[in-house]
């Protein structure tokens, strides 16, 4: 079945309380199978017969329901967004009527009750995803370890861990980067094609906008992060290049640190004139420099601006 939104749960709940073998896929996936298939006409039945005929061909995983903390936190956390969303939608409408001529005294006192009242579950809302994140004896002290990294806040931080179920269907950094959007989308074609360079946004929104002002604030304060930032923003009109590059390092740091059970070390010691990077310190006391295999590319940020990703195919 697709994954339309969460009206698909019910069934596949149902489904694998019967034991039966259920698989949850994208949409954006059945649509580009179809498009392998010649397929060009869109109904229910059409859509039927792609699905099953992808179920018949491919060796599809297995759907696996979310752990019930994580569950929990995932409505939450996104309750808690969409009510800091309608928030901003009255602060502006009020501040909109406050510029009229002669604005009508119920109507502003009106806005000012309803923001009041949407900042009273705003704080309960947050209230109820500490207190979730504190349920478990495990998960309080993985997340104490996490909010280490300095520019990660409570409420991040849960938004993360309730999108992405605490890592629990992850199996690598690189899935994690595509799964959130970050993954570099190139468009050369020849000599005459030479689109920009760009994050792909194909994955969950909910985590690149939950990681964002994390990132200015790591900017700012994380002296680690704060080197690659200026690095990556060193003659580039847009800020928002090593904005993004921080964004995807926040959320890559979190996931090995959340599977190394590490805790972090914002140290920035000079040797020789070089500034060394933070190091991860483990349980035992042994530290690591980087985490990841030695045969990994370099991502895009950290190659040279004169070395071209053919160059780097061909060393």
């Not at 994050?199 to 994390?214: C, T, V």
Request: charged share 30%; with cysteine; glycine share 6%.
């Amino acid at each position: 079945m697709e994954a339309t939104g969460i009206y698909y749960e019910p069934l596949a709940y149902h489904l694998h309380k019967l034991k039966q073998p259920v698989s949850v896929v994208l949409p954006n996936k059945v649509k580009h199978f179809g498009k392998s298939l010649n397929v060009k006409s869109k109904t229910d039945r059409i859509d039927a017969r792609v699905i099953a005929q992808l179920g018949a061909e491919r060796q599809l995983s297995d759907w696996q329901p979310p752990a019930p903390v994580f569950k929990a936190l995932r409505e939450l956390t996104r309750h808690c967004t969409d009510l800091k969303k309608e928030r901003t939608v009255l602060l502006n409408r009020l501040s909109a009527l406050l510029s009229a001529h002669e604005p009508q005294a119920f109507v502003i006192k009106s806005h000012k009750e309803v923001i009041k009242k949407f900042d009273t579950e705003i704080a309960k809302c947050e209230a109820r995803i500490k207190a979730e994140l504190q349920k478990e004896e495990w998960l309080q002290e993985k997340v104490e370890k996490l909010l280490s990294i300095k520019g990660i806040g409570l409420m991040s931080l849960a938004i993360v861990l309730a999108e992405t179920q605490g890592f629990a269907l992850i199996n690598n950094a690189r899935q994690l980067t595509s799964y959130a959007g970050f993954d570099v989308v190139e468009r050369e074609s020849g000599t005459s094609v030479r689109g920009k360079t760009r994050i792909s946004k194909k994955g969950n929104g909910r985590i690149r906008a939950a990681l964002y002002f994390p990132a200015l604030v790591a900017s700012r304060h994380n002296a680690a992060l704060r080197a690659v930032y200026q690095r990556i923003n060193a003659g580039k009109e847009s800020k928002m290049v090593g904005v993004v590059s921080l964004q995807r390092k926040l959320l890559l740091l979190i996931y090995s640190m959340w599977k190394n059970d590490t805790i972090f070390q914002d140290r920035t010691i000079a040797s020789g004139g070089q500034e060394r990077k933070p190091l991860l310190r483990h349980k035992d006391g042994v530290f690591e420099n980087k985490v990841g295999r030695s045969t990994d590319l370099p991502t895009l940020d950290e190659l040279p601006s004169d070395l071209s990703s053919e160059a780097l195919l061909r060393q």
